[in-house]
């Protein structure tokens, strides 16, 4: 595709129920990033895939968040037994290759709401 | 670990006016500086990455410069217009693996 598409735009659940959030990168980029952002915050950093392996999974909050690359594409986030405190946009964002002179290319979001 | 502040959190500005956004950080041991421009409700884009070895970056109306000694970064937007208005970011790299810091941002506002 031309971008990042992220599905859903928006998800609204209820806490304790499991949310899957889907990310398609730029066709190609082999790097991917989970970021998380919470009102008038910046971003911030939850894992970063090299192709199907997750290579720094250093920010994820705690164990009810894990993230799958099986294919080297796609990417789906999972969050179990949802908190409130969980409620924040998703953002996903692409690479080439992964290295530091790379321009990372944003989706335009999920929009979790854990009531 | 790397923290990033962006001051101010908010400007406001009439049409016309040049400005700078400022950014600065922690640990000066960077691989690279990206500005990227938010709008509301959406994704970000980016305007601007800056490599360690270099001192700026210029694209249209926008300059960024980079002092790593110092750790800090500005962004120059030249002859504001209204369609500038949006919330600014900055983000650092420490790794070399993509991996970035984000400041909260800079929220401007140009007025017609």
Redesign the interface.
Known sequence: GAG?SQTPSNKVTEKGKYVELRCDPISGHT?L?W?RQSL??????LI?F?GTGA??DS?LPNDRFFAVRPEGSVSTLKIQRTERGDSAVY?C?S?AL????????????TRLLVL | KQE?TQIPAALSVPEGENLVLNCSFTDSAI??L?W?RQDPG?????LL?I?SSQREQTSGRLNASLDKSSGRSTLYIAASQPGDSATY?C?V?N???????????TTLTVKP
């Open positions: 990042v790097a990033y970021y008038g915050q910046g971003p911030e950093f970063y090299q290579a720094d920010g953002l964002a690479s992964g290295g530091a002179g790379e321009t990372q290319y944003f989706g335009p979001g | 990033v691989y690279n990206q990227f959406k994704g970000l884009t980016s990455l490599q970011l983000a790299t790794t070399n693996a993509g991996k970035s810091t984000f400041g909260d941002g």
